[in-house]
């Protein structure tokens, strides 16, 4: 019988319902990964009075998930080329799960942030996975699609946030442990945001390891199993397809010590001929973090307050009770007591539809992907997101102001999975898992970057502050429409 290579034997399958189960569970790994990343603006808000956070405080609180993810996001892909996507995916959401449910008992900021960047450490892997874990079942043909519309897992866990959070905050109920510790309804909170975590660490452990990774590490009989799984899913016999495996290229490594080898495989990505491609996706993927996710991790805080009036962006962030200063002023010679603090959440209905314009976003890009070559759908959406950011300078239009501003960091942020396909589509297989988690920690980086210069900066300088996301974007642009041709799809 001919031999075939992996695309080519899933093409012959079809696409069918072991597809589907794979697009089922990826979509919750990525559901519960966003969750956890978006509480931390709903917690920098709820904790204001239980651990009386100054503005540096607040800041360190919302960074510190993603610190842990820039952390382990630097080894975490050779764990996975080593080790395979599904047991990286299946540890992580195992520690991100348990260390998240101790941090929901931390009774100080500093606790909470360090238990915080832990289950970001384990959250990495999961993350940045992901979009691997559910490429690698699909033929190259089918892979932008299945990707954007995974990507609705984001809408979906930016929903879930806001409906969990009004449930149960305004209950403002409490369970007393002792004379110095109470649980607040923010801490069941956490427990709920949880629950699609659970669900996928289920699905994960039913489901085969990709056949892509079982090849690239010679365990063929697996590789073929896993196909296997995939035909029966599909309701097909796999005696009716003559199917026989070739070998996907693996260079050959030295296995010395770890860090030794983590240097050694890293160092290729930065080599030709992957350089140029990498740095490209990085530099990209780096700068739509640095706007989508500083932003909107921020977002919660920007948006809970009264938006009636009307006023610029610059004069709500100026008004914000929650970014106010509350150190103390002198009054006639005398210290007056500091601003009361503002730990309310008033506003789900701004989040909500935050969550669905990204639903509504992804539609868009999906549909324009069927028409239109990759770079051209990523430089379009980012265009139009610099356009209403510089726009926002001077709209004074409160539900203009509204959904401007949700655009400006929703239409970058459902570009991530987008773009990281293009970087899945340029790596070969046994570099793919470090180039994922590689690019997605250092792009991190930036999203801690952009967080760090709002909490830091905002309050300071808005108008300088706000618009240098708007340069962030117009580079941006330049960077997608500049891609080579090996990144399109």
């Known amino acids: 019988m001919p031999a075939m290579d992996v695309d080519t034997a899933l093409l012959t399958m079809g696409y ?29 808000i709820l904790t204001s009075c239980d651990f009386a956070t100054s503005r540096g405080e607040k800041t360190l609180l919302a960074n510190s998930l993603l610190g842990g993810m820039v952390a382990s996001g630097l080894f975490i892909g050779l764990l996975a080329d080593r080790y395979g996507r599904k047991f990286i995916i299946r540890i992580g959401l195992i520690g991100g799960l348990c260390c998240s449910m101790i941090s929901a008992f931390m009774p100080d900021l500093y606790s909470l942030s360090v238990m915080r960047m832990i289950v970001g450490i384990f959250l990495s892997g999961v993350a940045s996975l992901q979009v691997g874990f559910l490429t690698e079942f699909h033929a190259p043909k089918w892979r932008p699609l299945a990707v954007t519309l995974c990507s609705q897992s984001q809408s979906a866990a930016l929903i879930y946030c806001p409906l969990m959070g009004m449930s149960i905050l305004p209950h403002n109920f409490s369970v007393t442990l002792s004379s110095s510790y109470e649980m607040r309804a923010w801490r069941f909170l956490m427990f709920v945001i949880e629950i699609p975590g659970w669900i996928a660490l289920l699905g994960i452990s039913l489901v085969p390891e990709t056949p892509y990774f079982l090849m690239s590490v010679r365990r063929e009989e697996k590789a073929i199993a896993a196909l296997q799984w995939i035909c029966r899913m599909n309701r097909k016999k796999w005696e009716d397809f003559d199917i026989s495996i070739t070998e996907v290229p693996r260079a050959t490594i030295v296995r010395e010590g770890f860090w030794k080898n983590l240097w050694d495989e890293s160092i290729r990505l930065f ?25 909107g991790i921020w977002f919660p805080v920007i948006r809970n307050m009264d938006n009636s009036g009307y006023n610029r962006f610059c004069d709500l962030i100026n008004n914000n009770p929650t970014l106010m200063k509350r150190e103390p002023e002198m009054v006639n010679g005398t210290e007056a007591e500091p601003p009361p603090c503002n730990d309310v959440m008033r506003n789900f209905i701004d989040p909500i539809y935050y969550g669905l314009t990204y639903m509504s976003c992804f539609i868009l890009s999906s549909l324009l992907l069927q028409c239109l070559p990759r770079k051209y759908v990523i430089a379009l959406h980012i265009l139009i997101a610099f356009v209403l950011g510089v726009s926002l300078n001077a709209l004074r239009e409160p539900t203009l102001v509204l959904i401007f501003f949700t655009l400006m960091m929703v239409l970058p942020g459902v570009l991530i999975p987008l773009a990281t396909s293009a970087l899945v589509d340029c790596m070969p297989t046994h570099l793919r898992g470090k180039a994922i988690c590689m690019v997605r920690s250092l792009a991190r980086f930036g999203g801690v970057l952009g967080s760090t210069t709002i909490g830091m900066l905002i309050r300071v300088t808005c108008d300088v502050t706000f618009n240098i996301f708007n340069l962030v974007l117009a580079c941006c642009v330049v960077l997608a429409v500049f891609q080579p041709k090996g990144l399109q799809s």
């Not at 990964?33 to 603006?41: H, K, L, P």
């Open 16 to 44: 069918g319902c072991g597809q589907v189960i794979i697009f089922v569970v990826s979509f919750f790994v990525y559901m519960y990964s966003v969750s956890e990343s978006m509480s931390a603006g709903y917690l920098v």
């Open 271 to 295: 080599q030709r001929p992957y350089v140029g491609k990498f740095f490209l996706c990085l530099t990209l993927i780096f700068g739509i973090f640095y706007v989508s996710i500083g932003l």
